[in-house]
Structures are given as C-alpha cells and as structure tokens.
C-alpha cells in the first residue's frame, strides 16, 4: 500500500470513529466519508464500516448487515453523495440562522474569516497566547490581525514604553466587569529617559517566555480534568481497546456515577453522557481526545437540555470539536495531530461553518475544568440540567436539618 492510501485510511479511521455513533447505518457511513475525505476514499468505505462493526459491536450500537452491504455498488454510493449535495446546495440561509451570536454575525459579514487562511491566523492566535482568556484572544485578533504582545495601558510602563497618539483599543471582556481595553507592542513606543527596549529585544523575551515543554502533557492537568468529568454529568470509560489510530467518542448514556459534592463526599446519580477513550493511547492523546468529545458536548452538539442542542451537519459539528481540542493542545504545549484533520475541511480554500462564539465558550470551559476542583453548583450540567438541579437542590435541604441537628446535640 502507498503512503498516501496509509495517510487516507488513518485520517478515515479517525474520523469513522468519530461519527459512527450519529451514522450507525452504512448510507450515511458512506454520504459522510465522501464529504470529509473525498472520492479516493470510496474504495475503501466499506472495510472501514466493517473494522467500526466489530469494535462498536461491545457498545451495543447496532449497524447494518454486513453481507446485504457487500452487494451494494460503488456507483450506489457515488448516487447518493450526489443526491446529499442536492439536498444541502441551498442551506445558506438556515446555516446563517443557526449562527446569530453577535461574533457570529460578525464574521459572516467579514467573509474572510470563512477563508481557511483566516481562521487559522485566528486559532493560531488564541492558541499561542495562553496568557489571555481565549475569547478575549480572539476578540483581539479580529480587533488587529497580527497582534503579537499585547497589555494593558499602565503596564506597559514596566517595559519602558508608552502608548502611541491615537493607538488602537482592543476592547475585550474584564471578568466581574464590562470591558477592558489592551494596546498590541506595534501601539507603543520607547519613554524618554527610561532605559530603552528595542522592539526584537522585547519580542526575544516575549518568545522565550513563549517556549514550554513540547510534547507532554501536565499530569497534574490531566488528572483534574478527568476528576472533574462527573461533576459535568460525564462517565468516562477508558477500557476501549482498539487499534492506535481510534481515538474515541462521545454519547448519551446513564451510568450510576459518583459526583464529588465536595472535598469530603460524593453523591450517586446517573450520567447524562459517556466519553469513551481508547486504553492504549498516551496521555497526551487522551488529553486531545477528551477536549474534542467535551467540545462536542459545550458547542451545543449534544445537550443538557436538548432543545438547545443545533442543527448542524456532521462535518460542522466534528469541524467545531477539532478546532476545540485544536486549540487546547496548542495552549498547553501539545504536540497537536489537528492541523492536518481540519485541513481536510477546507479542501476549496472555505472552512465549513461554524460557531467560533460557542468554540471560544467550550475552551473557556474546559480550561477551568483542568485548573481546579469543580462541584457540583459551578458546572453547567447544575445550571442546564432543571431535573438534576432539582434533586441535588432538594437533597442539600434535607441534609441541612439533620446537620443543625446534630450540630445542636
């Protein structure tokens, strides 16, 4: 076999296991891998439906029979690819109904920003400044593309600059307030009398303090990330066992779970979903793995309460959930195996559509979830979920009494 079939059949691979679950029957299977990969991918559809079989076969999800598809023809599914793009030639109106946040809206009048070069520049940025909030990041870099080193006004005293006449705000958002304004490097200029630092001076050190392990994830991080998981209404399994090149996956399930309530005691309730990641990867892989399915589950592709979750097609919603975990590997020093994954999205120079508001929510979110412990009245599963808020509510007004009581004996 020649690289490049190896090469399309990892990607392949990747992505089957990323939408068998939402395309269980072999016509979507094969519409999906088409659209995603391409008609060299054809010839080999049908092995990779067979390879999901068996290792879906234990998580009870139920697909066609393999013998009814060995009869169905090449040109069959050459058929429907092509009805599949008749039925969505005319979706621009109601993709842009799906996307109507304020930064959203933004973008779709600013066309660029549907070009792949842009969109790249701007997760790149966001990526790359993990000192800034990522929405905030990203609100700088459609603000002033090619932003380097950017600070508040005051601070930037402490390197002996001063702000430009007229040098441009960025506005971002202030946590507990409105808005704070930020001036990018190219902004300022040197103060009489103060010992100078010369712009590649300041930018050396700004790219040294840049540079971070490369490869290898914080335990640390990883550890609270996956504690945090029941806390989001999550069962994580990671007794999968498949070849290297499965990641895993995202779904509803309910299993009885503990929920840490706080740091001295749990709580039992069914999870509203299971992530399911291969036992065999590495931790950085599991790392990329969890951020992508947990993008799925913050960008509204599933839910809490499922009539917020959107009507996006398959290759939006895995489009939104790479960039995601994209842009998590990229703020923690990750070797990242998304670059070429969200490539294949913009064969024609043109990124499918997609939420960067929702995008930049979930990596906010995430990150909190891998800097502390979270319980139970901080997690969006608690502020989405009114069944679970209810009963957790009810079940702290029942424990209070029997506390004072035994607090007043």
Known sequence: MEKKDEKLLRDARKYALCIIGETPHFKGFAIEMIDYLGIDILPYIKEIYEEMNYVMFARGIKMDDLNVIKGISEDQILEWHKRYLEMHANDEERRINEFNENIDELQFLVRTYRQSSEFQNMIEFVGKFHYIAPY????????????????????????????????????????????????DVSDTETIPGFPPTEDSELLDRWNNSLLRANGDIDKNKLKTLIFNLPVYGVYLDDSFSAANTYGGYIM?????????????????????????????????????????????LFCRHLSYNPSKERMLTIKEREFEAETVAWI???????????????????????????????????????????????????????????????????????????KQKKTKF
């Open 136 to 183: 905030n990041a990203m609100l700088i870099q459609m603000q002033k593309p090619g932003s380097t080193f950017v600070l508040k006004g005051r601070q930037w005293k402490e390197y002996g600059r001063k702000l430009k006449p007229n040098a441009q705000q960025l506005i971002v958002l202030r946590q507990f307030g409105p808005i704070q304004c930020l001036f």
């Open 328 to 402: 998590m590997c990229k703020r923690h020093g990750i070797d990242n195996p998304s670059e070429e994954y969200l490539a294949m999205y913009a064969k024609d120079g043109e990124i499918p559509f997609c939420s960067a508001d929702l995008i930049m929510k979930a990596v906010t979110e995430i990150e909190k979830m891998i800097k502390e412990d979270i319980y139970v009245t901080k997690s969006l599963w608690y502020k989405e979920d009114k069944v679970y808020k209810s009963y957790y509510d009810k079940m702290i007004k029942k424990e209070k009494p029997a």
């Open 252 to 296: 509803p399930y309910e299993h009885l779970i503990d929920i840490p309530e706080n740091r001295n005691s749990t709580f039992k309730y069914k999870s509203r979903f299971l992530i399911s990641v291969n036992r065999i990867q590495k931790d950085e892989d599991k790392f990329h793995t969890i951020c992508h399915e947990l993008g799925h």
